[in-house]
């Protein structure tokens, strides 16, 4: 947006969606950036550039999604990464030997994979903790704790984590707090707003939508953590393509009306399986027999498109479901405008140890629902 427009937080959410970042090229006027394919960047004279200089560190077309992100997340900085896992990386990289971690207990199972067969041989340190549990929070916290880290909702089981809790526990040890805020996208759930002080998102996701994309970003407020990531981002150089910082533009002009269906397809599948014979458990906080519906109600701005399930019938029942559905596709990814099914005790979360997915609760009945944009009716007819 140009600098004399109004503030962002003036304008609804649909509006911010399709005007974020970017309103049209001075040159030619051109709505949408143009793809700048380009490694590097002629100089006047040695150090003159025209504020690039090569596109590990940034480029034009890089730079309106950022720009885009941060304002939908109502951020003062946001980076894109080559992926969700390069953008926790690059938290991680703020670290050095020694740090500890406490991270959720729930999380996406290329997290727990990162963090303790990847970040430990750098020497950091982890606890998993049931962040639910103020007192196993308070309990965990060392003196070289750093970070605490956790998706809200979680990934698989839908936790939901209250993170103005979480963060009046950090801030008196002087630790950093960092939200996945993945499930949600930035839509639904503000965490810098609560106290948070980094927020990432695996972009591939809900954010671009249409699943050909993976891409990462972290958004912060304070200056001093935002020009470390900014250095992080350039010096490890996992940064994405400008086709697919294009390509996540355009995705997040539909951001808004794309967020309202998987709401509506969510709500719609969750309620029909939780009155349906042969399923056991729902987890959707927007149900109101959710452990966490009132805290989701409190700091969500809607309840999203991510369903998961145990049948009755384990195993066997859930094999059945999982090659028995036409609209559903049976995939790992979610947030995509098509609906994906799939089993997280064998897919998404088969990088866990045995014990520690039984410690959450995935099951071999487990199966997880990301509900797409199609029509509500198909989706619970299939
Ligand atoms: N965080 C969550 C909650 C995820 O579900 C995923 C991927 O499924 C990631 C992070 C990792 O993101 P990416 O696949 O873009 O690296």
Not at 82 to 97: E, H, N, P, W, Y
Not at 137 to 161: C, D, G, H, S, Y
Request: aromatic letters at 6%.
């Amino acid at each position: 947006m140009a600098n004399s427009d109004p503030q962002p937080t003036q304008w609804s959410a649909e509006t911010l969606a399709v005007h974020a970042g970017f309103e049209f090229d001075p040159q030619t006027g051109a709505v949408m950036p143009p793809i700048y394919a380009t490694s590097t960047y002629a100089q006047e004279a040695p150090a003159q550039t025209k504020g690039y200089d090569y596109s590990r560190g940034d480029n034009p077309t890089r730079t309106p999604l950022q720009k885009a992100l941060a304002e939908l997340e109502s951020a003062q900085g946001a980076y894109v990464f080559g992926s969700g896992m390069a953008a926790i990386d690059a938290v991680l990289q703020t670290m050095k030997s020694g740090d500890h971690l406490i991270a959720g207990n729930d999380l996406y199972g290329g997290t727990v994979r990162l963090f303790n067969r990847v970040a430990v041989d750098r020497g950091l340190t982890f606890s998993y903790v049931d962040l639910s549990n103020p007192e196993a929070l308070k309990a965990a916290i060392q003196p070289a704790t750093r970070w605490i880290w956790f998706e809200t909702p979680t990934n698989p089981m839908l936790q939901v984590i209250d993170i103005n809790q979480v963060v009046s526990i950090a801030k008196p040890h002087g630790v950093k707090v960092g939200v996945d805020n993945t499930f949600m996208s930035p839509l639904l759930q503000s965490p810098l707003a609560e106290g948070a002080d980094v927020v990432m998102h695996s972009i591939t996701k809900y954010i671009n939508g249409h699943s050909d994309v993976i891409m990462g970003c972290l958004m912060a407020n304070d200056e001093e953590l935002l020009a470390r990531l900014k250095f992080i981002q350039m010096s490890v150089g996992a940064v994405p393509s400008p086709f697919d910082c294009f390509l996540v533009l355009r995705g997040i002009r539909t951001l808004a009306v794309r967020m309202r269906q998987h709401e509506a397809n969510g709500r719609a599948v969750a309620e029909f399986l939780n009155q349906h014979p042969g399923i056991e458990t729902v987890f959707y906080p927007g149900l109101a027999s959710h452990p966490g519906h009132a805290v989701a109600a409190r700091q969500q701005r809607g309840f999203g498109g991510m369903v998961s399930i145990v049948l009755r019938g384990g195993q066997t029942a859930a094999h059945r479901l999982l090659t028995g559905t036409r609209l559903f596709k049976l995939a790992e990814s979610l947030g995509g405008v098509e609906s994906l099914i799939q089993h997280p005790a064998s897919m998404t979360h088969a990088s866990l140890p045995a014990a520690r997915r039984a410690e959450v609760g995935i099951v071999d009945g487990l199966v997880r629902l990301s509900c797409g944009i199609e029509g509500t009716q198909d989706l619970v007819d299939d």
